[in-house]
């Protein structure tokens, strides 16, 4: 890409933002046609596992099945064992990846990580890994924006935007849920809203859900009627269940992290190290199939059909245990799906015990409380809770339980806060960085970034020349509102201002993080 000179940056800056809607709406569409394939693929995959396993259950102790499963097993490790060696942006949800690049301490070579994404997501979560579908989606959407950036040579400028567009559609095509989408975008991936963000992720969003809908249909994601209403009197079930997700959650989180040391001592050359899982996946696919795969239709079961608690209570060791040991392993595939499994799971047993245990409480309050324990939890473990809620609407498609779901999600995340859990992407992104930042791009390019102000941060209420900024970057303008504000030395930062630098592309991926704390801490 050719060098851009300050004076064309800020111009870029300046101008109209309608090519970046345009160019939004055409990552939306590619990305919606690609997550559309991904699902497609994964519906497929779906079929044929089942297919197989029963196969292999009907003649287990034959010696060509047991041949054939040996072949299966070390064919499908050295192929994920390739793919992550190869492509190591592809491993795990790819959302801390996103976030990474965000925050210019990675980069995606598009082309290739998106072919080796989709292939890899396919084949560990199609051979029975206990893995979702969203962040290999939220993935290969950025890749699509990151693509589109490239191919039509944009500016430095529009590669967050195009990134945030293909992260959010990506998202929205996965499960239906365009606002979920969007709040993504805000809540997780930026952690600040502006209104130029909105507007893109947004048309991005509608774009490619318009594309899944007219594979998919208009049918939401879990089928749940709610025919009573939570009555004020029983929300305090509410705060002692929030209570039960948040500590699910902590343990769950734990699991992942410790998952992923024990599995990094493993003395196996890497290209041949998963097949470990491969092999527990294969085990459980002939054992305990209902655990496998991402889970849609474990909890479409625990909706609609009705366990002991026994079962139950299995159901939800197995699913959890082997999460944490697919997830661990690096191989292509996200925990949103999982999550919401085990949280419906949750809330099954908490739906039967409190109705034995009460005798006013109905048996609808069962189907509360599966819906409320798929938002805890991943409010919990993501640390998410506008996107949980609004999740947990779209792919139900019934606005009756709003009030519930608001109420646990903000709960549960004042309790993470009180145990001072941290967003799980976060640390799996911390865990994936170098120690000490890294150091690259263009000493002649120059970038803008955008800083939000956090309410009683290090720079709120303060004058410019009265904080030390890092060296090499200047601050040229503050958005404020709907106004614009060219900054001098006296003027006084706000709480909620977006405070925008220009700096070269190198300087750039060391200050950024700086910047970000300043505004933060």
Same mark, same amino acid.
Not at 74 to 87: E, T, W
Not at 393 to 401: C, N, Q
Not at 487 to 512: S, V, W
């Given at each position: 890409?050719?060098?851009?000179?300050?004076?064309?940056?800020?111009?870029?800056?300046?101008?109209?933002?309608?090519?970046?809607?345009?160019?939004?709406?055409?990552?939306?569409?590619?990305?919606?046609?690609?997550?559309?394939?991904?699902?497609?693929?994964?519906?497929?995959?779906?079929?044929?596992?089942?297919?197989?396993?029963?196969?292999?259950?009907?003649?287990?102790?034959?010696?060509?099945?047991?041949?054939?499963?040996?072949?299966?097993?070390?064919?499908?490790?050295?192929?994920?064992?390739?793919?992550?060696?190869?492509?190591?942006?592809?491993?795990?949800?790819?959302?801390?990846?996103?976030?990474?690049?965000?925050?210019?301490?990675?980069?995606?070579?598009?082309?290739?990580?998106?072919?080796?994404?989709?292939?890899?997501?396919?084949?560990?979560?199609?051979?029975?890994?206990?893995?979702?579908?969203?962040?290999?989606?939220?993935?290969?959407?950025?890749?699509?924006?990151?693509?589109?950036?490239?191919?039509?040579?944009?500016?430095?400028?529009?590669?967050?935007?195009?990134?945030?567009?293909?992260?959010?559609?990506?998202?929205?095509?996965?499960?239906?849920?365009?606002?979920?989408?969007?709040?993504?975008? #805000?809540?997780?991936?930026?952690?600040?809203?502006?209104?130029?963000?909105?507007?893109? #992720?947004?048309?991005?969003?509608?774009?490619?859900?318009?594309?899944?809908?007219?594979?998919?249909?208009?049918?939401?994601?879990?089928?749940?009627?709610?025919?009573?209403?939570?009555?004020?009197?029983?929300?305090?079930?509410?705060?002692?269940?929030?209570?039960? %997700?948040?500590?699910?959650?902590?343990?769950?989180?734990?699991?992942?992290?410790?998952?992923?040391?024990?599995?990094?001592?493993?003395?196996?050359?890497?290209?041949?190290?998963?097949?470990?899982?491969?092999?527990?996946?294969?085990?459980?696919?002939?054992?305990?199939?209902? #655990?496998?795969?991402?889970?849609?239709?474990?909890?479409?079961?625990?909706?609609?059909?009705?366990?002991?608690?026994?079962?139950?209570?299995?159901?939800?060791?197995?699913?959890?245990?082997?999460?944490?040991?697919?997830?661990?392993?690096?191989?292509?595939?996200?925990?949103?799906?999982?999550?919401?499994?085990?949280?419906?799971?949750?809330?099954?047993?908490?739906?039967?015990? #409190?109705?034995?245990?009460?005798?006013?409480?109905?048996?609808?309050?069962?189907?509360?409380?599966?819906?409320?324990?798929?938002?805890?939890?991943?409010?919990?473990?993501?640390?998410?809770?506008?996107?949980?809620?609004?999740?947990?609407?779209?792919?139900?498609?019934?606005?009756?339980?709003?009030?519930?779901?608001?109420?646990?999600?903000?709960?549960?995340?004042?309790?993470?806060?009180?145990?001072?859990?941290?967003?799980?992407?976060?640390?799996?992104?911390?865990?994936?960085?170098?120690?000490?930042?890294?150091?690259?791009?263009?000493?002649?390019?120059?970038?803008?970034?955008?800083?939000?102000?956090?309410?009683?941060?290090?720079?709120?209420?303060?004058?410019?020349?009265?904080?030390?900024?890092?060296?090499?970057?200047?601050?040229?303008?503050?958005?404020?509102?709907?106004?614009?504000?060219?900054?001098?030395?006296?003027?006084?930062?706000?709480?909620?201002?977006?405070?925008?630098?220009? %700096?070269?592309?190198?300087?750039?991926?060391?200050?950024?993080?700086?910047?970000?704390? %300043?505004?933060?801490?």
């Amino acid at each position: 890409m050719r060098k851009e000179t300050t004076d064309e940056v800020l111009k870029t800056h300046h101008s109209s933002h309608l090519s970046l809607y345009f160019f939004g709406a055409l990552v939306g569409i590619i990305t919606g046609i690609v997550v559309v394939a991904y699902r497609v693929s994964l519906s497929l995959a779906q079929k044929y596992r089942e297919m197989f396993y029963e196969y292999v259950r009907n003649t287990l102790f034959d010696a060509q099945t047991i041949f054939v499963l040996a072949v299966l097993i070390l064919i499908i490790s050295v192929f994920l064992g390739y793919v992550i060696v190869k492509y190591p942006m592809v491993k795990g949800s790819g959302i801390p990846q996103v976030k990474g690049v965000l925050i210019r301490q990675m980069d995606f070579s598009w082309a290739r990580e998106l072919g080796a994404k989709f292939v890899g997501g396919v084949v560990a979560i199609g051979s029975g890994m206990s893995l979702g579908r969203e962040g290999p989606s939220v993935q290969l959407g950025a890749e699509v924006g990151t693509g589109v950036f490239k191919i039509f040579k944009r500016s430095e400028y529009d590669k967050k935007y195009l990134i945030s567009c293909g992260a959010s559609a990506g998202l929205a095509a996965a499960f239906g849920a365009p606002l979920a989408g969007v709040v993504f975008a #805000v809540e997780e991936l930026h952690k600040f809203m502006s209104p130029l963000l909105i507007t893109c #992720v947004l048309i991005s969003s509608v774009c490619a859900e318009f594309i899944s809908k007219y594979f998919f249909g208009f049918s939401p994601s879990f089928n749940i009627h709610v025919d009573t209403t939570y009555q004020l009197k029983y929300y305090v079930l509410i705060i002692i269940f929030a209570l039960i %997700m948040t500590i699910i959650g902590k343990l769950f989180e734990e699991a992942l992290l410790k998952g992923q040391k024990l599995y990094g001592k493993i003395k196996i050359n890497p290209i041949f190290k998963p097949i470990v899982i491969v092999t527990i996946t294969v085990l459980m696919g002939i054992f305990f199939i209902d #655990v496998t795969g991402g889970g849609h239709s474990l909890a479409e079961k625990v909706i609609h059909e009705s366990y002991t608690y026994k079962t139950l209570i299995i159901l939800f060791v197995l699913k959890f245990l082997f999460t944490a040991a697919c997830y661990s392993s690096g191989t292509p595939g996200g925990i949103f799906l999982p999550i919401l499994v085990l949280g419906a799971i949750s809330g099954k047993i908490y739906g039967m015990f #409190v109705i034995n245990l009460i005798p006013d409480v109905t048996s609808g309050y069962e189907v509360y409380f599966i819906v409320l324990g798929m938002a805890a939890l991943l409010t919990a473990v993501v640390k998410s809770p506008i996107t949980s809620t609004i999740l947990m609407l779209e792919m139900t498609g019934s606005f009756s339980h709003f009030f519930p779901l608001v109420t646990i999600c903000m709960v549960t995340f004042l309790m993470t806060e009180v145990v001072k859990m941290r967003p799980i992407y976060d640390t799996l992104l911390e865990n994936m960085l170098p120690k000490g930042l890294i150091e690259s791009g263009d000493d002649e390019k120059k970038v803008t970034i955008k800083i939000p102000v956090g309410l009683d941060s290090m720079i709120d209420g303060k004058k410019v020349k009265e904080i030390t900024w890092p060296e090499k970057c200047l601050i040229i303008g503050i958005d404020r509102g709907d106004r614009e504000i060219i900054p001098h030395g006296e003027t006084k930062i706000l709480a909620g201002d977006l405070l925008i630098f220009l %700096m070269n592309e190198r300087t750039a991926t060391i200050i950024k993080p700086l910047l970000i704390q %300043m505004g933060e801490a």
